[in-house]
């Protein structure tokens, strides 16, 4: 007799959907027998965040947002360690729509204990400014990227950002005394700005400062955070630090006043209403040692160091705020 043939059996869908629900259900009553440890989670992820400075610095992320500010999160390798830290969590990203000119991925994490799912999605384009579509290799970097920011945003909609603070600040921390001095700091972010080829002007203008002399902590924080949106490409170097600053948009009726003032010091005196008077905004200046204490007037600062009104002009949104804000101190 021939030899019987060999024969696939295909489960029906229904049969598939009943595997994946058993194998969830086996993974949720794992999760309640061995519930995790908020204080050792923490624990571990410090642990794995403060490992060495390379790592540290990775956790720190931050991104341009326009008017020469830049916004704070967790990287995509701070997701990961809290993914890895966290417990009896599931998370998965996929590419749901690619295209010549966008890759579309859907992240989701699912925390086992609480049965609670988020799910989010990130959108790439795989196109240049002018419209031309990316090679086949650049596209296949942009889907890996767009995988991984849609992997770290699931973590994050699962696992609440107020226990990863204890971790981002022990980044900071490392990154802080790893290197004993700030002149020692500043070399080494000097090293890598030389590297990208971005000049100390560029770097002054994203900062808000005159040059490497006010440069603190937090501003070299800044630049850290700048270097890992670069290197996991959440921005570019153009982005992070524009060759040709942008100035602050005015709205329609400053807009309208400035047209009636050719100059940058009735641009600046154009802005100043309400709480906000010359002499307040003296007395700022004055407190950041924009101005001398002689002067008295906008115009006496103008005359002097125009350079100062550029200053506030740039960041006026910033100067504003810290003006009022001392005003309802002193009121309190």
Known sequence: MPPEENSLDVLPLSSIAGLERAQIDSQIATAHAYPRSLEQFQKRAISMATLDLTTAESCIYSRPVGGGKTAEGESIRMAEIVAACYGNLRVAARIIEQTPR??????????????????????????TKEGKPYSESQRAVMAKACLAKAYRDAVFKVVPKSLCKAVTLAARGVINKE??????????????????????????????????????????????????AINEQETTVEEAFPSTPVAPKLSASAAGKAELFPTRLDELKAKLTGEVTEARLLDYLRSMQLCDDSLSSLAEVFAQKPSAVDAVLMGWPHVEKRIKKTVESSAK
Do not use: M
């Open 102 to 127: 966008l890759v579309r991925c859907e992240g989701v994490a699912h925390d086992l204990e609480s049965n609670y799912a988020g799910k989010s999605e990130c959108v790439e384009a795989t196109v």
């Open 179 to 228: 290197i004993a001095t700030l002149e020692q700091r500043q070399a080494r972010v000097k090293a890598w700005l030389k590297q990208i080829k971005v000049t100390d002007a560029r770097v002054f203008a994203v900062l808000g400062v005159k040059g490497w002399a006010d440069v603190n902590d937090e501003h070299l924080l800044t630049i850290t955070g700048l270097r890992t």
